[in-house]
């Protein structure tokens, strides 16, 4: 990974993770907690794709097994960050352009769906036999519920930070196209016409004119 790379996805991880355990953590939701390391992570991953999201996801997760108060085996939670950011990052676009919200949306349940279920897999795996008592449908269905609500207030941003940090022209072009776009649709919403048919109708009635006056001046030297 870049250097720039490096230095943006840990103070993004470390940020998200001060935030997870020390205000989210304490709100007592029921069921499970907002998982903005998660969120973090997919975003990253949609930017760097697969193998910059498996990176990232694997030192999110380690970090988040060593911070306190962590009561988990260490590693556990980066082998589930490492899968997860890894196949987030093979849904990165191609063009580094997302047609919609509709792709991220989906990653996001996805990834909270399965995050939770590998979680609790290689828990059962080691002895963990906590999501029995907590009842893994509803730490399912919460978890989805909260990270798809906390999402568009996290992956967006964090997508642009990374763009920004790449030097990706996309991010310095963005805006720029979007206002384009925007004229252009302003220019040709009123008439239903382009911009190239709005010249060619400009140099019509220029033509049309310039006959008239022609009509006009002939018509007075008769008179």
Same mark, same amino acid.
Not at 195 to 222: D, E, N, T
């Given at each position: 990974?870049? =250097?720039?790379?490096? @230095?943006? $996805? *840990?103070? +993004?991880?470390?940020?998200?993770?001060? !935030?997870?355990?020390?205000?989210? %953590? #304490?709100?007592?939701?029921?069921?499970?907690?907002?998982?903005?390391?998660?969120?973090?992570?997919?975003?990253?991953?949609?930017?760097?794709?697969?193998?910059?999201?498996?990176?990232?996801?694997?030192?999110?997760?380690?970090?988040?097994?060593?911070?306190?108060?962590?009561?988990?085996?260490?590693?556990?939670?980066?082998?589930?960050?490492?899968?997860?950011?890894?196949?987030?990052?093979?849904?990165?676009?191609?063009?580094?352009?997302?047609?919609?919200?509709?792709?991220?949306?989906?990653?996001? =349940?996805?990834?909270? @769906?399965? $995050? *939770?279920? +590998?979680?609790?897999?290689?828990?059962? !795996?080691?002895?963990?036999?906590? %999501? #029995?008592?907590?009842?893994?449908?509803?730490?399912?269905?919460?978890?989805?519920?909260?990270?798809?609500?906390?999402?568009?207030?996290?992956?967006?941003?964090?997508?642009?930070?990374?763009?920004?940090?790449?030097?990706?022209?996309?991010?310095?072009?963005?805006?720029?196209?979007?206002?384009?776009?925007?004229?252009?649709?302003?220019?040709?919403?009123?008439?239903?016409?382009?911009?190239?048919?709005?010249?060619?109708?400009?140099?019509?009635?220029?033509?049309?004119?310039?006959?008239?006056?022609?009509?006009?001046?002939?018509?007075?030297?008769?008179?």
């Amino acid at each position: 990974m870049r =250097v720039n790379r490096i @230095l943006l $996805s *840990t103070s +993004l991880v470390v940020v998200a993770l001060v !935030l997870q355990v020390s205000v989210l %953590a #304490r709100l007592h939701l029921p069921g499970a907690v907002p998982d903005l390391l998660l969120l973090t992570v997919l975003g990253l991953a949609l930017v760097y794709g697969h193998v910059g999201g498996a990176l990232v996801g694997f030192g999110a997760g380690l970090l988040a097994d060593l911070a306190p108060p962590a009561d988990h085996a260490a590693g556990r939670y980066a082998l589930v960050l490492c899968v997860i950011g890894y196949l987030a990052g093979l849904a990165k676009p191609e063009n580094g352009r997302l047609k919609s919200a509709t792709g991220p949306m989906a990653v996001v =349940v996805v990834a909270a @769906l399965g $995050s *939770t279920m +590998l979680y609790a897999g290689v828990g059962a !795996l080691v002895g963990d036999t906590a %999501a #029995r008592h907590v009842g893994l449908g509803s730490l399912l269905f919460t978890a989805a519920l909260y990270d798809l609500l906390l999402a568009p207030f996290v992956v967006p941003g964090i997508m642009g930070l990374a763009r920004r940090a790449e030097n990706d022209p996309l991010a310095e072009t963005n805006s720029a196209a979007k206002s384009t776009d925007i004229s252009t649709g302003w220019l040709s919403s009123g008439t239903g016409l382009r911009i190239g048919g709005q010249r060619g109708g400009l140099r019509v009635k220029a033509a049309r004119s310039r006959v008239a006056r022609a009509g006009r001046i002939k018509g007075v030297k008769r008179l």
